[in-house]
């Protein structure tokens, strides 16, 4: 099969595309997704600082590797959660990235840092660690990006996520979930930085070839709390419509995208947002769950 840009061998075949390219033009047609994503999403311009969040994995390193290549602002933070071997090998690899390319890194350790430990909040919480995890991030990288400045906090959302996320919130109906679900998550505090998913509709399997051609290393296992995760089983069923009839993923989140998501636009968190007591981020509580987990895990 031929490269429908250059004709030269294509090495890579995106059915939803109806294309082939090869590894060049395969390079050029992933840089203008991300590019145009974040210009038609008005994600952030080129001055302004943005904060990446990066776990080790293939497609938070390739968000990485295209912000620098591209000339954002962009510094890099990774989080340290504790997670046995699986956090100690994802912060090699990061770190490494970081040094060999000579790129700003932020790290936090949960633990060093902060006393925190995601299994005994698990436990003492009946939360799943999951749950705890996810709090524990969100918390991290707003607060570091609203203390240094940052414009916009970037995650490494692919399109296969996006799907499977909306295909869950369709199941169930979450209401507030669809209103919110989308490239760009807006500022609605002045302490609450904008996030946003640059490479949204790109899949896994780009983002896979994106970091082999560039030869970037990255973390091939998944964290040991993701199997089993009801996320996955989505993938799969979307996976196997998607093989079916390429496209499938695309169509149904850039559909809901355009028609379907403003549907959902009245229906407002009744939530009242306050500043902690404590260290002042924003929470819905007098004290954010961050405080109450650093105390839980730091009680005798
Ligand atoms: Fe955290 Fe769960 Fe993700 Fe692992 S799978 S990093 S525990 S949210
Ligand atoms: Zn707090």
């Known amino acids: 099969m031929k490269c429908v840009r250059c004709k030269k061998k294509a090495v890579i075949v995106l059915r939803r595309h109806n294309a082939a390219f090869c590894a060049d033009c395969f390079l050029h047609y992933y840089k203008n997704q991300v590019l145009k994503n974040i210009r038609k999403n008005r994600m952030f311009e080129k001055g302004e600082k943005v904060l990446a969040v990066v776990s080790g994995g293939k497609d938070s390193m390739a968000l990485w590797d295209i912000l620098v290549k591209e000339g954002y602002n962009v510094v890099a933070m990774y989080i340290n959660l504790g997670i046995g071997e699986y956090s100690n090998r994802s912060q090699e690899v990061v770190e490494k990235?970081?040094?060999?390319?000579?790129?700003?890194?932020?790290?936090?350790?949960?633990?060093?840092?902060?006393?925190?430990?995601?299994?005994k909040l698990s436990k003492t919480l009946r939360r799943s660690p999951c749950s705890v995890c996810g709090s524990i991030k969100r918390y991290l990288f707003n607060k570091v990006a609203y203390d240094g400045g940052f414009s916009a906090v970037a995650t490494g959302h692919n399109l296969d996520d996006e799907a499977a996320t909306l295909f869950g919130n369709v199941l169930s109906w979450e209401e507030g979930y669809l209103a919110r679900q989308g490239p760009v998550l807006p500022q609605t505090h002045p302490k609450l930085i904008k996030k946003v998913k640059p490479l949204y509709t790109l899949t896994e399997r780009e983002n896979m070839y994106y970091v082999l051609l560039n030869k970037i290393e990255f973390l091939h296992e998944e964290c040991p709390h993701s199997v089993g995760a009801r996320s996955i089983l989505y993938k799969e069923l979307l996976n196997k419509l998607e093989e079916e009839s390429p496209g499938t993923k695309q169509r149904f989140l850039s559909g809901f995208l355009k028609k379907g998501k403003k549907h959902f636009q009245d229906v407002r968190e009744k939530l009242e947002l306050k500043e902690c007591k404590n260290c002042g981020q924003v929470t819905t509580t007098e004290e954010c769950s961050f405080c109450r987990f650093v105390k839980i895990c730091n009680q005798q």
């Open 97 to 119: 990235f970081a040094k060999e390319n000579n790129l700003p890194l932020i790290v936090k350790d949960i633990k060093k840092e902060f006393g925190l430990d995601i299994y």
